[in-house]
């Protein structure tokens, strides 16, 4: 069974910065990408980042870039999230996510970390 566990998450105020983590563990595990979504109370859940192994330039939802960078390490199942210039409207619980091809559908998902931004 394959589990991805975020950690990372807190309170910070505006303009803060954040640094997001999620592991994959369980049976042999080799994702094709590895991706973040987060969910807003009330809201639905949405996209935030997307990275393929394989190369390519990492995909964005519009409200990430130029604040959030998202990165990994393909050998170690690990992928991060940098989030700059934090806003009150990113507050929301973080979710990684794993697809293991390039049908954009995720696979696996994490528990969730909360990211709480205060004004």
């Known amino acids: 069974q394959v589990q991805l566990v975020e950690s990372g998450g807190g309170l910070v105020q505006a303009g803060g910065s954040l640094r997001l983590s999620c592991a994959a563990s369980?049976?042999?595990?080799?994702?094709?990408?590895m991706g973040w979504f987060r969910q807003a109370p009330g809201k639905e859940r949405q996209f935030v980042a997307d990275i393929v192994w394989t190369g390519g330039r990492p995909v964005y939802a519009d409200s990430a870039k130029g604040r959030f960078t998202i990165s990994g390490d393909n050998a170690k199942n690990t992928v991060y999230l940098q989030m700059n210039n934090l806003k009150p409207e990113d507050t929301a619980v973080y979710y990684c996510?794993?697809?293991?091809?390039?049908?954009?559908?995720?696979?696996?998902w994490g528990q969730g970390t909360q990211v709480t931004v205060s004004s």
């Open positions: 996510a794993a697809r293991m091809s390039s049908v954009p559908s995720y696979d696996y």
């Open positions: 369980g049976r042999i595990f080799s994702s094709y990408a």
